[in-house]
């Protein structure tokens, strides 16, 4: 099971699209991500957000004039996501289980984002294997970016996952580091409790 199924119960949609809604009235920069991933490839370029769960930075994406497909294993943040835009292709499945070539989706990405603390959030023991399937999903010369906590502050659960267990995984799925930052601002990595890890196929 998942850290984010037993943190949740998978039924936390409403309440997170909501808590987000409520800091973008209240001026809050809510699109940090999505800015993000723009400036790394061009409009137009396919976006495959892994683990979108109720869709905040794949729709901007898909506003910026990206090709995207979201997919989540959360029914729960899915069916907001599917409200919110349901012209846009929405999947429910298993990172650990994810096909780039199942009907709908097809790999060839040039830029795949988990955002949100996915890789905390997995279920135990199955990183390296998400890594793996997500840098399948890559283009050759695509990149693959991931934003997460790696201490309390930053976590909804104790920390696990250290950015160098990350960037090992990477590496065996064959994927070269780019960068590591600090925020989705670009801010430089200071060995903090945040990272954003830009890796290269």
Not at 93 to 114: N, R, T, W, Y
């Amino acid at each position: 099971m998942s850290r984010w199924k037993e943190l949740t119960g998978e039924a936390s949609g409403e309440d997170y699209a909501a808590r987000f809604a409520s800091l973008a009235r209240s001026g809050k920069d809510v699109h940090g991500e999505a800015r993000f991933c723009a400036a790394l490839v061009p409009v137009g370029a396919r976006v495959l957000d892994a683990g979108c769960g109720t869709g905040r930075v794949m729709i901007r994406l898909a506003e910026l004039g990206y090709d995207c497909v979201g997919v989540d294993l959360d029914a729960s943040m899915l069916a907001v996501a599917r409200k919110q835009a349901p012209e846009l292709p929405w999947f429910q499945l298993d990172l650990a289980e994810f096909d780039p070539d199942l009907p709908g989706i097809a790999g060839g990405f040039d830029l795949v984002v988990a955002a949100g603390n996915i890789f905390p959030l997995l279920a135990p023991g199955t990183e390296a294997a998400v890594v793996k399937r997500l840098s399948a999903a890559l283009r050759p010369g695509g990149l693959l970016v991931a934003g997460f906590g790696l201490d309390e502050a930053h976590l909804p659960v104790p920390p696990g996952l250290t950015l160098s267990d990350y960037d090992d995984c990477c590496a065996a799925a064959g994927l070269t580091l780019v960068d590591h930052f600090a925020t989705w601002n670009a801010d430089p990595y200071d060995g903090g409790g945040y990272a954003v890890g830009v890796h290269r196929r």
